[in-house]
């Protein structure tokens, strides 16, 4: 067993060798010790600000003359932001795509008509994710500001206006009372226009019309009856004139004919008196009447007959003409009674249609009668439903005139910003690279690590002596131990060398909690130094080592917080990233370099390192026995 002092001594002389082949040339060592250096002097420059600069703002608007886009426009100077005015939105887009503007902000209108002419769009590159949020955050406070102003003057005139509004309404509220009472008036009114038409009866039955006409039925009927006697009584009078004409006829016919049997008679007596008379009978003896005398006292008789007869006849001419006169005036009579009584009758039947077309009418008034009395009644429950708005009214007009009286609207500032939010950093405000200063040490720690143990790997396999080694009595772990320790002097030196400047040069807080840093860089360089050993043992050739070296830092820095957060990943690939050796070297960095803490506040992510020391530890001793395996 080889003594524990010579173990130490052939170890010593392993890193010792080790250094003589890393500075074997001069640029080497150069890089060894100037690398840091550089690196912390191009990251200081870079970083060592507070303020953006240089950030080239396209921005398109269709109203230039826009007093907000002025004021936009001077805000975003003030910020040294370099503004340039397109014409058209498409070129401002294009200047985004063409990396002449870092963001497009377009304003489609005036910013005080609309809602989406007041709007501002911003056209931002994803691809450019940390520093279009970056933008986007100093542009849209800057925004939120002049936003803010327009708030409160906007809310200030609103105040102003609501003061007016309340005066007015307390104002008005009179009004809204006389309302009340004037439809309290039109209700009784309707109340008592309603019993007014209740108390009107339009019914034709209570207006008698239905008796009326049943006496224009009762006269029509009387009138028929009497036409129908008058008619039969002038028939009757006629057919007596008829009759008696006839009979006056008859009688003047026989008459007539006994009067000329009678001159018949008259002129045989007459010519028998002719010869009486011309005979003289006193001569004859034994007469005693005088024939002619008799003859001539029977012409007389007969002639004084007939004379009487034509009289009789001119009398009974007479009572023909008059019998005539009569039948004439019977007929004349019965003419006009008939046309009075068809007059009578139509005027009766006019009188009926006239009744039964106001009967009708007045049923009809009757109907609209009870219609409006129905219509009242509804305008009054109307009216009680109104009315009982106008009080609802009248009660949320006082409560909205007492709010606006009693209201704590004073102030326009506690309206648009009732709840006032204020930003404090948990720390004092440092610069960027004071931020980004726990990043920036564990990526160039894994870089110089893995690619350092790598190589110094590949270069002792490429060895002559590499051979030598295998078949010496010393045991493998020294040459692993060796290559370890070589690494992380060199790495210790490199960091300590950047971190002194860093606190020097630029300000960063490390002497402060320097013990804590010194272990935490020492466990996150022996994770990756460690991890570029292994890398160093599976591949065979130095090419595919230092790529495959260059591809892990890659995945490590892809992997992380550096470029884009963790949070926008997946959620699986997230709960996987969490566990990325730079994820959890940076977190352990954050809480000692920026917040100044002990090791004790890394928590868990420490332990997780340390069980990788161990893990990678246990892979590299496998690596390297597969790798002595290709010696026998």
């Known amino acids: ?19 003589k082949v890393l500075i074997r040339s001069k640029s080497s060592a150069l890089i060894i010790l100037l690398g840091p250096f550089l ?80 709007q501002i769009i911003f056209h931002v590159d994803y691809s450019k994710v940390n520093l279009v949020f970056t933008i986007l955050n100093v542009i849209t406070n800057e925004v939120k500001d002049i936003s803010t102003d327009l708030s409160v003057e906007y809310t200030r005139l609103l105040i102003e206006q609501m003061n007016r509004t309340g005066a007015e309404i307390e104002e008005k509220s009179s009004l809204v009372a006389d309302l009340s009472d004037n439809a309290q008036q039109m209700k009784e009114n309707l109340q ?43 028939a009757s009078g006629l057919e007596l004139l008829d009759s008696l004409d006839t009979y006056i006829a008859s009688f003047k016919s026989d008459l007539d004919a006994q009067i000329t049997t009678v001159e018949d008679f008259q002129s045989k007596v007459d010519t028998y008196e002719t010869l009486a008379c011309a005979f003289d009978f006193s001569a004859v003896e034994g007469l005693s009447f005088d024939p002619c005398s008799d003859l001539e006292s029977i012409a007389s008789s007969l002639n004084d007959t007939v004379t009487e007869a034509q009289s009789l006849g001119s009398q009974f001419d007479e009572i023909q003409s008059q019998l005539d006169d009569v039948r004439s005036q019977l007929e004349t009579a019965q003419e006009e009674q008939s046309t009075i009584l068809s007059t009578a009758q139509s005027n009766l039947d006019s009188l009926q249609s006239q009744l039964d077309s106001s009967s009708t009418k007045i049923d009809e008034m009757s109907d609209k009668k009870d219609a409006i009395a129905s219509d009242i009644d509804s305008l009054v429950a109307m009216l009680d439903e109104n009315i009982a708005t106008i009080d609802d009214v009248q009660s949320s007009i006082g409560n909205i005139s007492d709010q606006l009286k009693n209201g704590d609207l004073e102030d326009p500032e506690h309206i648009v910003n009732p709840i006032l939010t204020q930003i404090k950093p948990i720390l004092e405000k440092k610069t960027y690279l004071d931020y980004t200063m726990p990043a920036l040490v564990v990526l160039i720690i894994m870089f110089m690590s893995i690619l350092l143990s790598s190589t110094i790997v590949m270069t002792e396999k490429g060895s002559r002596a590499y051979f030598r080694n295998y078949i010496t009595p010393i045991p493998d772990l020294s040459f692993l131990i060796s290559i370890y320790l070589t690494n992380i002097i060199i790495v210790l030196i490199q960091a300590s060398i950047l971190l002194v400047i860093a606190q020097v040069a630029f300000g960063v807080s490390i002497f402060s909690n320097i013990v804590p840093i010194a272990v935490a860089v020492l466990i996150i360089s022996s994770i990756f130094i ?27 820095l892809l992997f992380s917080s550096f470029l884009i957060p963790i949070e926008s990943l997946s959620k699986t690939i997230a709960a996987v990233a969490m566990y990325n050796p730079f994820v959890l070297a940076e977190g352990v960095l954050r809480q000692l370099i920026i917040f100044g803490n002990g090791l004790s506040s890394a928590g868990n992510d420490l332990y997780v390192m340390i069980l990788y020391v161990f893990v990678l530890a246990a892979v590299l001793y496998v690596c390297e026995a597969i790798d002595k395996r290709r010696f026998h």
């Open 39 to 118: 690196i912390i002097f191009l990251i200081g420059v870079a970083f060592n600000t507070t303020n953006l600069h240089g950030i080239r703002v396209a921005i398109y608007a269709e109203d230039t003359s826009n007093p907000v886009l002025d004021q936009i426009k001077t805000s975003l100077k003030d910020n040294d932001f370099a503004i340039t005015e397109t014409a058209t939105e498409d070129e401002c887009i294009n200047m985004v795509k063409s990396g002449g503007a870092h963001i497009c902000m377009s304003f489609p209108g005036s910013l005080t008509k609309d809602s989406l002419s007041r």
């Open 1 to 19: 067993m080889i003594n524990p002092l010579t173990y130490i001594k052939i170890i010593g002389e392993m890193i010792k060798k080790n250094f």
């Open 530 to 556: 460690l991890l570029g050993m292994c890398i160093g043992y599976l591949f065979v050739s130095e090419e595919t080592a230092t790529l495959a070296s260059i591809s892990a830092s890659s995945i490590f």
């Open 192 to 234: 008592a226009l309603s019993a007014e038409l209740n108390g009107i009866n339009v019914s034709s039955k209570e207006l008698g019309l239905s008796d009326t006409a049943s006496y224009i039925s009762q006269s029509q009927s009387q009138i028929d009856e009497f036409s129908a006697i008058t008619e039969e009584t002038t």
